[in-house]
């Protein structure tokens, strides 16, 4: 049996992987023209019952997996999920189809879910303990050599279990940049925070989940 080999996990490859089926390039939605909505909304928005329905039935799957990958409790998720279609419900008629319904309820349901963090008060990290590892978190001798590229698919489960397990500010930072692709200036508007802490958290996350990940590889060579 050969002995395990470090494995490098690029940020780019965790972002690509932690993209939901729905975003492939032949399944992705196609934006409709601006004030060219589909009928199905359009009755939604005119108050109609089984259209809102359909609307549901066909986003509520996206949805969830937004809040569960932000919060990372099922249970949790499952109730901002269901305050998101309740919102949904109150502010449908204000689209317009400036941008794809799907991106629009997209950033609605993550203002659900900021909302519901702040009222739970989540406390993001100092930027000075952000830059200080605890001794169990220092990352290993090739800290801040140029990352490799992972010569495996990263497995998605193990990849949703690892961001799971990422410190709630660290994992809300994570997904609301590398796979919402908001900016840090954006990041800290929204978490009001520095800039300069939304760098650190991301970097933190990255080097927690590339532990988690280069583990989990070694693992599965030894077995």
Request: aromatic content about 6%; glycine content about 4%; charged content about 25%.
């Amino acid at each position: 049996m050969q002995p395990a080999k470090d494995v490098e996990v690029a940020p780019e490859k965790i972002s690509q992987a932690l993209l939901p089926p729905e975003a492939d390039s032949q399944t992705a939605e196609i934006p409709a023209p601006p004030f060219e909505l589909d009928p199905i909304l359009q009755r939604a928005q005119n108050g109609d019952h089984h259209a809102f329905a359909q609307i549901y039935n066909q986003q509520k799957r996206r949805i969830y997996s937004l809040c569960l990958r932000m919060v990372a409790n099922p249970t949790e998720a499952e109730d901002l999920t269901q305050e998101a279609f309740l919102q949904l419900h109150r502010k449908i008629s204000t689209f317009r189809g400036d941008s794809a319904f799907s991106t629009w309820l997209h950033r609605l349901t993550i203002n659900v879910v900021l909302m519901q963090l702040r009222r739970k008060g989540l406390q993001l990290i100092s930027l000075d303990e952000a830059m200080e590892p605890q001794p169990e978190e220092r990352p290993s001798h090739y800290f801040g050599a140029a990352d490799r590229t992972l010569t495996e698919a990263i497995d998605r489960l193990t990849l949703e279990r690892a961001i799971g397990e990422l410190p709630a500010g660290y994992r809300l930072v994570f997904i609301l940049h590398d796979v919402e692709g908001y900016e840090h200036n954006e990041i800290a508007a929204m978490l009001d925070c520095s800039i300069g802490n939304s760098k650190s958290q991301l970097h933190k996350a990255r080097l927690k989940l590339r532990d988690a990940l280069r583990l989990s590889a070694q693992q599965e060579v030894r077995s």
